[in-house]
């Protein structure tokens, strides 16, 4: 089945600690996004790439890092400089523009 | 810029009963509208979108949504609820023009369905 597939599904940080959080798709999508959950808040957008080895900051990209060598993959690494990076991180994608946008099941990261 | 607001944090409805889940936005230009699900630890996922066309759009698990452009609303309804269908609802909205638009996710809205 197409999907996205996100890993791993909880992420401890310890203080100090880069952490990067896995996204693929086989869905042959050319967008790629990275939110970021916290209760209350709805979703916030770290990044986003529209194409292969391009992409671009969202709203909250501070202390958030992405690459996108790959068609399939948009990992997301959390850096040290992200003070407050508890949060529920979900990464998705989308075909057309007036498409809707597919999720992952989301990772967890919490600091330890 | 672009907004979207769902007024209430939680709805509680009894199984069986018609429920309504409620969205305003605020976009310069025509907009293409969302309602996504989320279930507990899960991602969102998608039940119905407003592109153009029909005010009332149908979706998946008996939902449907009515645009309404004057009141500038995108409310989400269900003749009979279930309590599967508790959850976590969120409404989203981008402009449709050209070039990268981005989405906008409203706060979110708990259902709540009492048996």
């Known amino acids: 089945d197409g999907g996205i597939t996100q890993s791993p599904k909880y992420l401890f940080r310890k203080e100090g600690q880069n952490v990067t959080l896995s996204c693929e798709q086989n869905?042959?999508?050319?967008?790629m996004y990275w939110y970021r959950q916290d209760p209350g808040q709805g979703l916030r957008l770290i990044y986003y790439?529209?194409?292969?080895?391009?992409?671009q900051k969202g709203d909250i990209a501070e202390g958030y890092s992405v690459s996108r060598e790959k068609k399939e993959s948009f990992p997301l690494t959390v850096t040290s400089a992200q003070k407050n990076p508890t949060a529920f991180y979900l990464c998705?994608?989308?075909?057309?523009?007036?498409?809707?946008?597919?999720f992952g099941d989301g990772t967890r990261l919490s600091i330890l | 810029a672009q907004s979207v607001a769902q007024p209430e944090d939680q709805v509680n409805v009894a199984e069986g009963n018609p429920l309504t889940v409620k969205c305003t936005y605020s976009?310069?230009?025509?907009?293409?509208l969302f309602w996504y699900v989320q279930y507990p630890n899960r991602g969102l996922q998608f039940l119905l979108k407003?592109?153009?066309?029909?005010?009332l759009v149908k979706g998946s698990y008996g939902f449907e949504a009515e645009f309404n452009k004057s009141q500038t609303s995108f409310h989400l309804k269900k003749p009979s609820a279930l309590v599967s269908d508790s959850a976590l609802y969120f409404c989203?909205?981008?402009?449709?023009?050209?070039?990268?638009?981005?989405?906008?996710f409203g706060t979110g809205t708990k259902l709540q369905v009492i048996p």
């Open positions: 998705a994608s989308r075909d057309l523009e007036n498409q809707p946008q597919h």
């Open positions: 869905l042959n999508h050319d967008a």
């Open positions: 790439s529209q194409i292969v080895n391009d992409f």
């Open positions: 976009v310069s230009g025509n907009p293409y």
């Open positions: 407003y592109i153009t066309g029909d005010n």
């Open positions: 989203a909205v981008r402009m449709n023009s050209g070039g990268y638009q981005k989405v906008t």
